[in-house]
């Protein structure tokens, strides 16, 4: 997913979306991406910071959406 390395910081801000329809808690993506991912005191993942991924994390970011199971992740990008 070379999408995100394509693409100029300055052409507005990635966030990363779990779908909880599809989410199974396996934490992946907390083991993969702590920066990024927790499990809350209800056990479900979350994202952490509104899920704004900064630049130095988008190399962890690919890293839990290719591995989540259940295809829970998804990058967005948003508008500056
Ligand atoms: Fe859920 Fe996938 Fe993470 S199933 S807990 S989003 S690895």
Redesign the pocket.
């Known amino acids: 997913m070379n999408v995100l390395r394509e693409a100029s910081p300055s052409s507005g801000v990635l966030r990363v979306r ?1 779908d909880r329809g ?9 083991a993969l991406a702590p920066e990024l ?1 927790e499990v809350d005191a209800f056990g479900d ?1 979350r994202e952490l910071g509104g899920g704004v991924v900064a630049g130095h994390l988008l190399e962890k970011v690919e890293l ?1 959406v290719a ?4 295809l ?2 998804a990058i967005v990008r948003e508008r500056a």
């Open positions: 779990i599809r989410c199974q808690g396996h934490a992946r993506c907390v991912f993942t839990a591995n989540c199971p259940e829970a992740l």
